[in-house]
């Protein structure tokens, strides 16, 4: 089975600090996504990755960044914390078919 | 940008009662995906229908694709509390490298 890992379950940050989120993946796959998830809004793509060290903006990129260092390993990065940020941050990873998620983080921003 | 609207956005049901969601694409379809989500969890992949008309079935869960592939269906029969989650479709975007998903359905059971 697919085990895909995020390094917190919960977590609060204050307003203008670097929150590192961290998604590891153990089956090999070339593909890697974070998403955000709010209520009524449905999953919200903010950035994914097709290979180490390449990435590819989704569709609210901004604020955000990633790094894919090595394949297995795949981060989000919040450059400044703000409180619209707080949300419910859910990785993925594929082959190219099915994604498989993360338990989840749900992060807030004081 | 593509596009899948699925409705109903939500749906109350008492429990024996059936249930479906539907997701529409002006577009043609390669391919279409449903997830489900239970409260507090993660998208878990169910099913992906490739072909025109395919017609697939989980238990008492059938999944359709539209002859044109412009459209997709999740039918429930008889819910149960196990039901209870968002459904949501997702079709591959044009690279087939990520996903457009659909906003969800959230389904919730009167036992």
């Known amino acids: 089975d697919v085990k895909v890992t995020q390094s917190s379950r919960y977590l609060v940050k204050r307003t203008g600090e670097k929150v590192f989120l961290e998604c590891v993946q153990d089956m090999d796959h070339e593909n890697m996504f974070w998403y955000r998830q709010d209520p009524g809004l449905g999953l919200r793509l903010i950035y994914f990755s097709y290979d180490v060290k390449m990435k590819e903006k989704g569709d609210i990129p901004e604020g955000y960044s990633v790094s894919r260092e090595k394949k297995e390993r795949f981060s989000l990065i919040l450059e400044s914390a703000s409180t619209n940020q707080t949300s419910m941050y859910l990785c993925a990873s594929s082959d190219g078919r099915p994604q498989h998620f993360g338990d989840g983080t749900r992060l807030s921003i004081l | 940008g593509q596009q899948v609207m699925q409705i109903p956005q939500y749906q109350h049901v008492q429990e024996g009662e059936d249930f479906t969601t539907y997701c529409n694409s002006s577009?043609?379809?390669?391919?279409i995906q449903w997830y489900k989500q239970r409260p507090g969890g993660h998208p878990v992949f169910l099913i992906q229908?490739?072909?025109s008309g395919e017609v697939k079935k989980q238990k008492r869960l059938t999944f359709q694709f539209g002859e044109a592939k412009k459209n997709s269906s999740l039918h429930i029969t008889a819910t149960q509390t196990t039901d209870v989650g968002t459904y949501f479709c997702?079709?591959?975007?044009?690279?087939?490298?990520?996903?457009?998903w659909g906003l969800g359905t959230s389904l919730a059971v009167n036992p």
């Open positions: 229908l490739v072909k």
């Open positions: 577009t043609t379809l390669s391919n």
């Open positions: 997702a079709v591959n975007a044009g690279n087939n490298r990520k996903l457009i």
